[in-house]
Every structure is written in C-alpha cells, then in structure tokens.
C-alpha cells in the first residue's frame, strides 16, 4: 500500500514537472518569436523609414536584398497578420510558380507566402502580441 502511494506521487511530481517545462518552453518560444518581429521590423525601418509593414513590403520588392532577408520579411508580415499586407501577398503568391522544394537563401518561397497568407485567414496564435509595435525604437 505504501509503495502505491510513494509511485502516485513519484508520478504526480513527474508529471507537474514535465508540464511546468512545457509551459517554460511554450512561453521562451513567444518570447523568441516576438523579439525577432520585433527585430525585423526595426531593421526595415531603419532601412526605409517607413512604417514597420511598409518597409518590410519594400524589403520583399527590394532588388539589392538577399533572398533570405526577403523571406524573413515575408514570415514577419505573416507574423503581424496586419491587414495593410494582404493585398501584396497575394500579388506576390500569384506571381510565384509552384516549388516542391525552396531555398531561402536562393528564392523567394511561395511556401513562406502562403504560409503568411494562411496566418492571416485562419488566425496566428502570436499576433495578439504586436499590438504596441508603434513604440518600437
């Protein structure tokens, strides 16, 4: 009987550590991923001053840019979900031909197009959280 009682609490406590560790790394990979919007929005701002989606959609339509920044802008505008893209990504998702495999570094993805596409039309569980972009610095 004792023993029963000593392997339920061995599981109870293996079990409420492994979901605090759960949590933890739930939480860090949101904190990852808004700090690398966050990110990504300055630098396109520092480079055309405009408004963070303005000046990720410039970056995407840039002919100086490598193609890995240009995909990064594209997941970053996915990422905000802000209405003001979704026309341009849907320009650029029919411009694009099929790929079954895509090099960031080589091309622009339509992969990462639609998968921003998609983040706008069926939600994105982190937009929530670029609500005070206006007072990135």
């Known amino acids: 009987m004792k023993k029963k009682k000593n392997l339920k609490k061995i599981i109870l406590i293996l079990v409420a550590s ?3 560790f759960a949590l ?3 939480f860090c990979s949101f904190v990852m991923i808004y700090q690398d919007v966050k990110d ?5 701002q520092k480079e055309y001053g ?4 303005d000046s990720l959609i410039k970056i995407v ?3 100086s840019q490598t193609y ?8 970053t505008l996915g990422q905000l979900a802000d209405k003001k893209a979704l026309p ?7 411009s694009l031909l099929p790929q079954k495999k895509c090099d960031l570094d080589k091309y ?5 197009v639609q998968k921003a596409i998609k983040w706008f039309q069926k939600g994105n569980i982190t937009s929530w959280m670029y609500g005070n972009r206006e007072s990135w610095h």
Not at 40 to 44: I, K, S
Not at 68 to 75: F, G, H, Q, V
């Open 68 to 75: 890995r920044l240009k995909n990064s802008a594209i997941w």
């Open 88 to 94: 341009f990504l849907y320009e650029l998702d029919k």
């Open 18 to 20: 492994v979901s605090i």
């Open 50 to 53: 405009d408004d963070c989606v």
């Open 24 to 26: 933890i790394i739930f």
């Open 108 to 112: 622009l993805c339509k992969y990462e």
């Open 61 to 63: 339509q840039s002919q």
């Open 40 to 44: 990504n929005c300055l630098e396109a």
